[in-house]
């Protein structure tokens, strides 16, 4: 069976439409099957997935479609994991991937998961124990020795704000140690 197959039935199984879920598997393939940022209105507008449990979309009340996104979402990893090639981005025609969209410093290579929100964004590197924050155009590295990063709540208001779940817990973003 076709990954193309495979997505169509899955779209039917979950009520989605065969773009919505083919534009989630483009994401979840740029996340590396980890996480996934999108923008589509049958999911809810603009939304993070983030394997591990963590899921924010645009209708944040409208708990029955999270749910089903959710479970969307998990299921597009797993066929992703089984197929990672079929899910990458589109590449420019010099083959080179869009770089106007890698803000975080290049030596930190590809995240294990990246997203964010208005002018905040985040990109975490499990490999070397580093997390990339930018606010506006401020670019902030964190040390995350010691911690196992598995999801990301971002707080909007005055003052956007950054907490990651950990195996220890829920960890601040300012509780950890700047890079210099």
Same mark, same amino acid.
């Given at each position: ?29 740029? +996340? %590396?099957?980890? $996480? !996934?940022?999108?923008?589509? /209105?049958?999911?809810? =507008? ?5 394997? *591990? ?41 010099? +083959? %080179?991937?869009? $770089? !106007?969209?890698?803000?975080? /410093?290049?030596?930190? =290579? ?5 997203? *964010? ?64």
């Amino acid at each position: 069976m076709t990954v193309e197959t495979q997505l169509n039935a899955i779209a039917d199984k979950h009520g989605f439409s065969q773009a919505a879920v083919r534009q989630l598997y483009t994401a979840i393939g740029a +996340g %590396k099957g980890n $996480s !996934a940022q999108f923008s589509h /209105p049958e999911l809810g =507008g603009m939304g993070q997935w983030m394997r *591990g449990g963590t899921l924010m979309i645009g209708e944040m009340s409208n708990q029955a479609l999270k749910s089903r996104v959710d479970a969307l979402s998990n299921e597009l990893a797993a066929l992703y994991a089984e197929a990672p090639a079929t899910a990458q981005p589109a590449q420019s025609t010099t +083959g %080179k991937q869009d $770089s !106007a969209a890698q803000w975080w /410093p290049a030596k930190l =290579g590809t995240p294990s998961a990246s997203g *964010g929100q208005n002018s905040l964004h985040y990109a975490y590197f499990a490999q070397s124990n580093r997390l990339a924050v930018q606010d506006g155009k401020r670019v902030t590295l964190y040390d995350t020795t010691g911690y196992q990063i598995g999801g990301v709540s971002q707080q909007q208001g005055r003052e956007q704000t950054l907490q990651f779940s950990s195996q220890k817990g829920t960890v601040p973003v300012a509780s950890l140690p700047v890079v210099v």
